[in-house]
């Protein structure tokens, strides 16, 4: 049988968000079957618990950030999100003190160590997963961006970029399909970084964005190239993480899904939408669960 998951023990890490440049702590606790992931505000005088679901995603500006019906917001969720879905942690409390998830390095890497050092363990409760059993697709012909789920016997992401005429973002790097039959997010998604740009800085730090942004947590690009020492980890790191980014972003549906999915110009608000698209089409998704994991497709059987 297989079965749900969470983590053994307690573990703390301290960061900066991105958006708020605020001190954060986040804690992430074991939590029981069928609890799901819930994110708990400490710095608020009654702790408010937010259960991530898709329809709280009410904020898509540069993160996905959960807003509940007293408009406390828990933000930059996706990277944390991303990295639950890689080891299928099904069950778990997040507490924060702060309004948003600390960016770590811009990625999700550090986020996957803080879950082995706190140890998965399996519980229970049979794992649910969300098989996709009909095509469904969210268009935006305005800003000529698309999003789809299809029927798919594991799960492959593939994501199709255009940056316009940047000369750092080149054509031969605008693809990305990773199907995790074949690929391991720890090598290959894991370490691609969040990015922006210096004519932007302005702009979102006036709109209260960006106030945690640096070169250690950020690729930041100017006019012509990349600022950060170093360079790029991948030559297609940006498309890389914008898979990183969706895998997170579809996640806060709360199972792994089997299935694909393909985003051209795609993004937090977009991916969201999709998912509340399939939320509301019940004929298009099915729960499945499996006794043996043999009949679990191959892209679910941990980690590479």
Request: hydrophobic share 40%; proline share 4%; glycine share 6%.
């Amino acid at each position: 049988m297989i079965y749900q998951r969470t983590i053994k023990a307690p573990i703390s890490v301290i960061g900066v968000g991105l958006h708020s440049g605020c001190r954060v702590s986040l804690t992430l606790l074991p939590a029981k079957v069928d609890q799901g992931i819930s994110f708990v505000r400490t710095d608020l005088p009654e702790r408010p618990q937010i259960k991530c679901h898709p329809f709280l995603i009410n904020d898509t500006r540069l993160s996905s950030t959960l807003v509940d019906e007293n408009q406390v917001r828990v933000g930059t969720i996706e990277h944390l999100m991303s990295a639950f879905a890689c080891f299928g942690i099904d069950n778990i409390v997040v507490e924060l003190s702060a309004q948003e998830t600390p960016i770590m390095d811009g990625s999700s890497n550090s986020f996957l160590y803080l879950l082995e050092q706190a140890e998965i363990v399996e519980q229970s409760a049979k794992k649910k997963y969300i098989r996709i059993k009909q095509e469904i697709e969210v268009r935006d012909d305005k800003d000529n961006k698309w999003v789809k789920f299809t029927p798919f016997e594991g799960y492959k992401v593939k994501i199709i970029t255009d940056f316009g005429g940047h000369p750092v973002f080149k054509k031969e790097y605008s693809t990305f399909e990773a199907d995790f039959a074949k690929h391991s997010y720890i090598e290959e998604i894991s370490r691609a970084r969040t990015f922006g740009f210096m004519y932007e800085v302005e702009y979102m730090r006036k709109n209260g964005l960006a106030l945690g942004g640096n070169l250690n947590n950020a690729i930041v690009l100017d006019e012509e190239s990349v600022l950060n020492e170093g360079g790029l980890r991948f030559p297609d790191e940006f498309v890389r993480h914008k898979i990183l980014d969706a895998i997170g972003d579809l996640y806060i549906i709360g199972h792994q899904i089997i299935g694909a999915f393909e985003g051209y110009r795609s993004g937090h608000a977009i991916n969201n939408q999709l998912l509340r698209k399939l939320l509301n089409h019940p004929e298009s998704w099915e729960f499945v669960t499996f006794n043996d994991s043999e009949d679990v497709p191959s892209s679910f059987h941990y980690i590479k």
